[in-house]
């Protein structure tokens, strides 16, 4: 069941955690696919820091704070976490989007092996995506 919220702000995250603990009634979380993601781009000379910043909230403050808000659930579980990325974490422009990808690719590529992973996908990749199970340890 899709669920629209804006992952940078914490009260819409909160409404939206509320409403699945109470669609999912004590049903194990399957899964959550982070898929939310703004691009904006331009040489760093050029560079509006309030624009990179919002940016980072949603490509890579927002992925976090989302996953750490289902996490729980996703454990007790042993759910899988799906993060869309996009092919341009992997080219060095435009700045502000290329660089948020990169980021939130390395985040997923830098798991705890005792408690959690997951990965991040280049949208392409995403009907081939292989996920990562929680460890209930």
Known sequence: IP???DVTEAGSL???TVHIEALLDDAPLAGLINNAGVADGGPIELLDLDAMRQVFEVNVFGLVAVTQAFLP???R???RIINISS???RIAAPVRY???RRIEQKLASYPDARHSAAYALPCSAALRARSTRFSSR
Do not use: Y
Request: charged share 20%; aromatic share 0%.
């Open 98 to 100: 290329s660089t948020s």
């Open 73 to 75: 659930h996703l454990r």
């Open 14 to 16: 909160r409404d939206a």
């Open 3 to 5: 669920v629209p919220l």
């Open 87 to 89: 092919v341009s974490g």
């Open 77 to 79: 579980a042993r759910g």
